[in-house]
């Protein structure tokens, strides 16, 4: 009989990286994420994304976040695929991970995103989990460069990306919420100037991910 992780192999994927966890967002970490959300993720006044979509009320926020993880499995393919892991510390969720990509097989490239839970901020975790993410996309799943962005305004986002490697790239003029304008800092990273981390991390489930998004199996 087939598994879940059959149909959607993303949901085998797992990274160790000491009291951190990334595992492939099942309907169970989605619920435990949605609450991390509701719980805050940053100043109201503030706005890091690039879609406003934290701003949504009460209960709305959990349903648009748990739609727009399931879209993105239903519409995952080698050509277009958002690849989407749940963070955890101790094995509570604290966030999420993930890397978009369009013709992968042939670009080799893709733009990292992420975000964790207010109470989690400001102690290095944004920058452990970025690492171990980028050192799985480099190392097993095929990855050649990888790319992100961050608002001007936004230090603490840029400094994590400075930290992994991150080059800076080209800034944009982006509209970010109504009638708002921001400036939007390019980043490119390449395993040449990749910053790993201490420990090496432990990975399960790669295997099926890289056939998932249009390679050969390592």
Not at 100 to 129: C, D, H, Y
Not at 160 to 172: F, H, I
Request: glycine letters at 10%.
């Amino acid at each position: 009989m087939r598994t879940l992780v059959d149909l959607y192999p993303p949901f085998g994927l797992r990274v160790v990286a000491g009291p951190l966890e990334l595992r492939g967002l099942t309907d169970d970490l989605v619920l435990e994420l949605c609450d991390v959300a509701e719980a805050g993720i940053h100043d109201p006044d503030r706005m890091p994304f690039y879609v406003p979509w934290s701003t949504a009320p009460a209960g709305q926020l959990s349903r648009n976040t748990a739609a727009y993880h399931w879209g993105k499995r239903s519409t995952f393919a080698p050509d277009d695929f958002c690849l989407e892991l749940a963070v955890l510390l101790d094995g509570r969720v604290i966030g999420a991970q993930g890397v978009a990509a369009k013709n992968f097989p042939v670009t080799r490239t893709g733009e990292t995103g992420s975000w964790i839970g207010r109470e989690f901020q400001g102690r290095g975790l944004g920058t452990a989990m970025r690492r171990a993410f980028c050192e799985l996309l480099f190392d097993h799943l095929g990855f050649e460069e990888i790319t992100s962005a961050a608002f001007l305004d936004n230090p603490a986002s840029l400094g994590v990306s400075r930290k992994v490697g991150y080059r800076p790239t080209a800034v944009t003029r982006i509209k970010r919420r109504e009638g708002e304008l921001a400036l939007n800092q390019g980043l490119v990273l390449t395993p040449e100037t990749f910053v790993r981390g201490d420990a090496p991390i432990e990975v399960t489930g790669a295997d099926a991910v890289r056939s998932f998004i249009g390679l050969d199996e390592a």
